[in-house]
């Protein structure tokens, strides 16, 4: 069992930044696929917004493209969501994932982003 805890969520303005971590205790992270995804107010399905393979190949949705970006410290079993530009759409809960089709799919408790004036 893999637990993952994000934090960093808050509440900001339209065109600010926040970075979302979220801290695993998998023994072999660099094994996973690391990613992000939300679940906006009203929407009954988590929206796949970023990931990370074990080898750094990072894909995004169109969504986010150049304003969200994934990293991951293997060292640390850390994974990061920057968020720049943010705007209200951007409003909902995100959840770290972790994915390795042999040992199995991972979810944090998620963490709220308020993007508001």
């Known amino acids: 069992q893999v637990q993952l805890v994000e934090s960093g969520g808050g509440l900001v303005q339209p065109g600010g930044s926040l970075r979302l971590s979220c801290a695993t205790s998998?023994?072999?992270?660099?094994?996973?696929?690391m990613g992000w995804f939300r679940q906006a107010p009203g929407k009954p399905l988590r929206e796949w917004v970023a990931e990370c393979t074990g080898d750094g190949t990072i894909t995004y949705v169109d969504s986010v493209k150049g304003r969200f970006v994934i990293s991951r410290d293997n060292a640390k079993n850390m994974v990061y969501l920057q968020m720049d530009n943010l705007n209200p759409e951007d409003t909902a809960v995100y959840y770290c994932?972790?994915?390795?089709?042999?040992?199995?799919?991972?979810w944090g408790q998620g963490t709220q982003v308020t993007v508001s004036s």
């Open positions: 998998a023994t072999d992270f660099s094994a996973y696929t």
């Open positions: 994932n972790a994915h390795n089709s042999m040992l199995g799919d991972f």
